[in-house]
């Protein structure tokens, strides 16, 4: 489950279900609870797939890579700015 501030929640909501078609969203309190199945159940499995998901997701568009140039090259400013 993760905390979501209530006036937020049903924007994220939204935007799950606008792009996510396999992920069921629960709202209690200020909590959501995200069902990868649609079982009605969040699993350890159901947290593994879609961590799995989203790290091919991240390989596939480079953005590991990408976010590590960034750094770099910031690194890089900080330094030539001392």
Known sequence: MVKVL?????????YIHDRYEN??????DTWMRLDFNRDGH???????KGVQELYEFLSTFDYFQKATEIKS???EKAINYM
């Open 42 to 48: 969040v699993t350890m499995e159901d947290l593994r």
């Open 73 to 75: 090259a910031l690194y």
């Open 23 to 28: 992920v069921q969203v629960i709202l209690s």
């Open 6 to 14: 209530k006036e937020n929640q049903h924007k994220v909501a939204d």
